[in-house]
């Protein structure tokens, strides 16, 4: 059982290219989130989705898109890469009873320069 | 709107010591309380868990404890040692909104040394 798998863990990217980061989970949950953590400051959500189809922004969107074809997969599009994404991304998930507790892939270190 | 507070930001303990990382949260309305570790370049590891109706979870050497009244959760880490050192997260997860989004803590930077 993998769990939450994110892809690629590093990357390099020059200003104003374009990436998508992959995160994948094989436990069916409905709940997904993509988090940037920046060093001392927690983490803050960026998307997340509820559900295929569905999704919604979070605390800092700007920058980002996102999508959910199905329940499996939510990538995270970096459209035109500035500094200031430069950061830590971690994809999380969740069960749809709220009780249950939330996983989080690896984390995709991203530098923009 | 949730916010999730831990103090303190930056603790450092001699090996041995018995030790409690602080979170408070402002919504007590919470489905549950998750405690994660983080090493330096790496993801989070879930710790513990409580759920709201709870009052504390235990595993090894770690006890975490949430009092919803008060807005408090503690992680006690007891005979501290040197691998304990990383940085120790909290999470609230709400009742309310439909998303369950976890809100997460800054962290307690822990190091532990011998």
């Known amino acids: 059982n993998a769990g939450v798998t994110q892809t690629p863990k590093f990357r390099i990217l020059k200003i104003g290219q374009s990436m998508t980061l992959q995160c994948t989970q094989d436990m069916n949950h409905n709940y997904m989130y993509w988090y940037r953590q920046d060093p001392g400051m927690g983490l803050k959500l960026i998307y997340y989705s509820v559900g295929a189809g569905i999704t919604d922004k979070g605390e800092v969107p700007n920058g980002y898109n996102v999508s959910r074809s199905t329940t499996e997969d939510f990538p995270l599009r970096l459209e035109l890469a500035a500094p200031s994404q430069t950061s830590v991304y971690f994809c999380?998930?969740?069960?749809?009873?709220?009780?249950?507790?939330?996983?989080f892939g690896q984390g995709t270190r991203l530098t923009v320069v | 709107k949730q916010e999730v507070t831990q103090i303190p930001a930056a603790l450092s303990v001699p090996e041995g010591e018995n030790l409690v990382l602080n979170c408070s949260f402002t919504?007590?309305?919470?489905?549950?309380l998750q405690w994660f570790r983080q090493d330096p370049g790496k993801g989070l590891t879930s710790l513990l868990l409580?759920?709201?109706?709870?009052r504390e979870q235990t595993s090894g050497r770690l006890n975490a404890s949430l009092d919803k009244s008060s807005g408090r959760s503690t992680l006690y880490i007891a005979a501290s040692q040197p691998g304990d050192s990383a940085t120790y997260l909290c999470?609230?997860?709400?009742?309310?909104?439909?998303?369950?989004?976890?809100?997460f803590g800054r962290g307690t930077s822990l190091i532990v040394h011998p």
């Open positions: 999470a609230a997860r709400p009742r309310s909104g439909g998303s369950y989004i976890p809100t």
């Open positions: 409580i759920q709201s109706s709870q």
């Open positions: 999380a998930s969740g069960d749809r009873q709220a009780y249950t507790e939330a996983f």
């Open positions: 919504d007590s309305a919470i489905y549950n």
